[in-house]
């Protein structure tokens, strides 16, 4: 018996990073998936490699009548949708300090990280709705709780808002049987962060100081805290920012 058997999940972004591992993890635990990704390529080979049912769509989170089809598609092919997993997110380079980042680059990532979380939960809740409950599990990140001068402004305004957002859904949807949280990493080795850091040790350092582990997050650590969100083992759980940051939040000093 797996904690996700006879349960439906939509996971965007899952072409790489914490979205192939939830996608991989998911299926393993029974769920059947749709993989969902702006790069179809991508999604196509986290499907290759998920040892249970699962589809790929291609998918722009930004695209109100995209993001309609996805969930379209999946509760087509699978009979209903029982999880939302709204991982899909981009972090470019030109996001930088207010002073320095464009309105351009402000609103392209606003377009994925907040408008792509809103357009999920607006198409997708309806099907969780007509199962009578179910889980949106939204990522944020923990730039939503704390501040850096390491700016990344678009970004973290963007995963504020999706924390912001976690709630209100929460609390609106908490007697119609629909859970909603907000899942908040730490800093995770993923191709995003590591492409940040690039080949600059200095600015890898710069930030790793502050890290009470001394380490970046494994993708599967992430992405076991998502499974305890998409199964009944949470089922009393909702409106959570769902810390998961190696105690990040919580340090002052670290031991160097």
């Given at each position: 018996?797996?904690?996700?058997?006879?349960?439906?999940?939509?996971?965007?972004?899952?072409?790489?990073?914490?979205?192939?591992?939830?996608?991989?993890?998911?299926?393993?635990?029974?769920?059947?998936?749709?993989?969902?990704?702006?790069?179809?390529?991508?999604?196509?080979?986290?499907?290759?490699?998920?040892?249970?049912?699962?589809?790929?769509?291609?998918?722009?989170?930004?695209?109100?009548?995209?993001?309609?089809?996805?969930?379209?598609?999946?509760?087509?092919?699978?009979?209903?949708?029982?999880?939302?997993?709204?991982?899909?997110?981009?972090?470019?380079?030109?996001?930088?300090?207010?002073?320095?980042?464009?309105?351009?680059?402000?609103?392209?990532?606003?377009?994925?990280?907040?408008?792509?979380?809103?357009?999920?939960?607006?198409?997708?809740?309806?099907?969780?709705?007509?199962?009578?409950?179910?889980?949106?599990?939204?990522?944020?990140s923990f730039v939503a709780?704390?501040?850096?001068?390491?700016?990344?402004?678009?970004?973290?305004?963007?995963?504020?808002?999706?924390?912001?957002?976690?709630?209100?859904?929460?609390?609106?949807?908490?007697?119609?049987?629909?859970?909603?949280?907000?899942?908040?990493?730490?800093?995770?080795?993923?191709?995003?962060?590591?492409?940040?850091?690039?080949?600059?040790?200095?600015?890898?350092?710069?930030?790793?100081?502050?890290?009470?582990?001394?380490?970046?997050?494994?993708?599967?650590?992430?992405?076991?805290?998502?499974?305890?969100?998409?199964?009944?083992?949470?089922?009393?759980?909702?409106?959570?920012?769902?810390?998961?940051?190696?105690?990040?939040?919580?340090?002052?000093?670290t031991p160097e």
């Amino acid at each position: 018996m797996g904690r996700l058997d006879d349960k439906v999940a939509v996971i965007t972004g899952a072409g790489g990073g914490m979205g192939r591992e939830a996608a991989i993890l998911f299926t393993e635990e029974g769920a059947r998936v749709c993989v969902a990704d702006v790069d179809a390529e991508a999604a196509e080979e986290t499907v290759a490699l998920c040892p249970g049912e699962a589809f790929a769509v291609e998918v722009d989170v930004a695209d109100d009548m995209q993001v309609a089809s996805m969930y379209e598609q999946t509760a087509s092919r699978f009979d209903g949708v029982d999880v939302l997993y709204n991982n899909a997110g981009i972090s470019p380079a030109d996001d930088a300090s207010v002073l320095e980042t464009s309105v351009d680059a402000w609103q392209r990532v606003q377009d994925v990280n907040t408008k792509g979380v809103f357009l999920c939960c607006k198409h997708g809740i309806p099907y969780l709705l007509g199962r009578g409950g179910g889980s949106v599990i939204n990522v944020a990140s923990f730039v939503a709780i704390v501040g850096a001068a390491t700016s990344q402004i678009s970004y973290t305004a963007s995963k504020g808002a999706v924390l912001a957002m976690s709630r209100e859904l929460a609390v609106e949807f908490a007697r119609r049987g629909v859970r909603v949280n907000a899942l908040c990493p730490g800093p995770v080795e993923t191709p995003l962060l590591l492409s940040i850091f690039g080949d600059d040790p200095a600015a890898f350092e710069r930030r790793r100081v502050h890290w009470p582990t001394g380490r970046l997050a494994k993708p599967r650590e992430i992405v076991q805290a998502a499974l305890f969100l998409a199964s009944d083992d949470s089922s009393y759980v909702t409106g959570a920012t769902f810390l998961v940051d190696g105690g990040l939040t919580a340090s002052y000093v670290t031991p160097e």
